[in-house]
């Protein structure tokens, strides 16, 4: 304890790692022990993992967010609905956009943001599936395009370009891929003059993943009428569509619709507090706290962990973000109590599954390979796991996956 004032805790960002922070410490510490504080710019936490179906339009955004009273115990974690400005260290207090708020330790887990990695028009011209409101303006967007077709015939107007083939890419596509024949159907659309092209820098899709897995994603998608252009690199995003480059060969694609999904970054906040950073990430220390600070930890997307057998940092994912809140809370939970002696985090794989629209995925769990139908009934079971330990079994079934096959 600080004096005989209980230790103020605020928490930025309720996404994956804020929440379960949050989540975690309601379970650790009683009323008596802490004032917890969670700051979120929305009054719901939502599902970034399932982002790319309702920017497509195979899942409603309703299933995806959920409202934060509906996970936090008012009583225990009180909820201000603001957005964050400035983190001031010196001391210990955050601006927010109306108001500010002091804390004895700081929970930071504000999410990430696009890296357009200075592709010119990008940031002007081309969506981002980011959040709950920008994955409904590609949906309208979509659904408003293939409208106007009839009454124009331009072929512009139903040809989709995604930008990357990693993640959310390939998650992107899939969706696309079971959304166009709907679209179709409604608009009176012959599915053939649809495009969706999916463009990737790097000399393979799904750059990390199993070679023989990326081939039956490609070969399914393929067969879904998604055209892949590897090994190609977006050289600009224009009003009109983008300009590519494969082996010294320029060319123009014409679409009404580009989507950039390649590449994020932590949030810029910290870059503008002062932190050392590198792409909006810290580097953190063991126990996750920010390097020459006690009393500030950092989770999720803005959290930089370095996995010693390749010298490379994890992929920020909401699995790992999901097991550091598991860690800080009980490290902050020591502190409170006067232990000092915190424990290290290292992440824990369980697996990673990829799917290709509503019946279909990659993945890997442990050592095994696996394709199709069950690694579909693996990322539903995974994504209902995670809701379970956001509210119990009544969380499932409002918000879970329960059409399993």
Not at 103 to 115: A, P, T
Not at 118 to 130: C, D, M, N, P, Y
Not at 270 to 295: H, Q, W, Y
Request: proline letters at 3%.
């Amino acid at each position: 304890m600080i004096g005989l004032k209980k230790p103020d805790i605020l928490i930025l960002g309720a996404g994956y790692g804020g929440i379960m922070t949050a989540v975690n410490l309601e379970k650790k510490l009683g009323v008596d022990d802490a004032n917890i504080t969670l700051v979120n710019k929305h009054d719901y936490h939502y599902q970034t993992t399932w982002l790319h179906e309702n920017a497509a339009g195979t899942l409603h955004h309703d299933k995806t967010r959920i409202q934060i009273k509906d996970i936090i115990s008012p009583n225990k974690v009180k909820f201000v609905q603001d957005t964050v400005k400035e983190i001031k260290t010196d001391d210990k207090r955050v601006v927010l956009e109306n108001g500010e708020l002091t804390y004895d330790y700081l929970v930071v887990g504000l999410g990430f943001e696009s890296e357009t990695f200075g592709i010119k028009g990008l940031k002007e011209h081309a969506f981002s599936i980011r959040s709950i409101n920008a994955a409904r303006e590609i949906r309208e967007h979509l659904d408003y395009k293939f409208s106007q077709y009839n009454n124009t015939q331009r072929e512009d107007l139903l040809t989709i370009v995604v930008g990357g083939a990693g993640f959310t890419g390939i998650e992107f596509v899939g969706e696309l891929a079971n959304r166009v024949p709907e679209l179709c159907k409604e608009f009176d659309i012959d599915r053939s003059k649809v495009r969706i092209v999916n463009v990737e820098a790097a000399p393979t899709a799904l750059p990390g993943f199993d070679p023989a897995l990326v081939e039956y994603a490609m070969e399914h998608l393929e067969r879904k009428g998604v055209e892949f252009r590897i090994g190609t690199a977006i050289k600009e995003c224009t009003p009109e569509g983008i300009v590519v480059e494969k082996d010294g060969h320029v060319e123009e694609i014409k679409a009404a619709t580009v989507v950039w999904a390649a590449g994020v970054r932590g949030n810029s906040i910290l870059d503008a507090s002062g932190f050392e950073t590198m792409r909006g990430r810290i580097k953190v220390e063991k126990d996750l706290r920010a390097p020459g600070f006690n009393d500030v930890f950092i989770v999720g997307d803005c959290a930089l962990i370095i996995n010693d057998e390749i010298n490379r940092p994890y992929p920020p994912t909401a699995q790992i973000a999901i097991q550091e809140a598991e860690v800080c809370a009980k490290n902050l939970a020591s502190l409170v109590k006067g232990n000092n002696e915190l424990e290290g985090f290292t992440p824990d794989i369980k697996g990673t599954v990829c799917s290709l629209g509503e019946d279909d995925a990659i993945g890997v769990v442990g050592d095994k390979k696996i394709f199709g139908k069950t690694a579909s009934v693996m990322k539903k079971v995974i994504d209902n796991r995670y809701l379970y330990k956001l509210g119990g079994p009544s969380m499932v079934l409002k918000k879970g996956k329960l059409k399993m096959f």
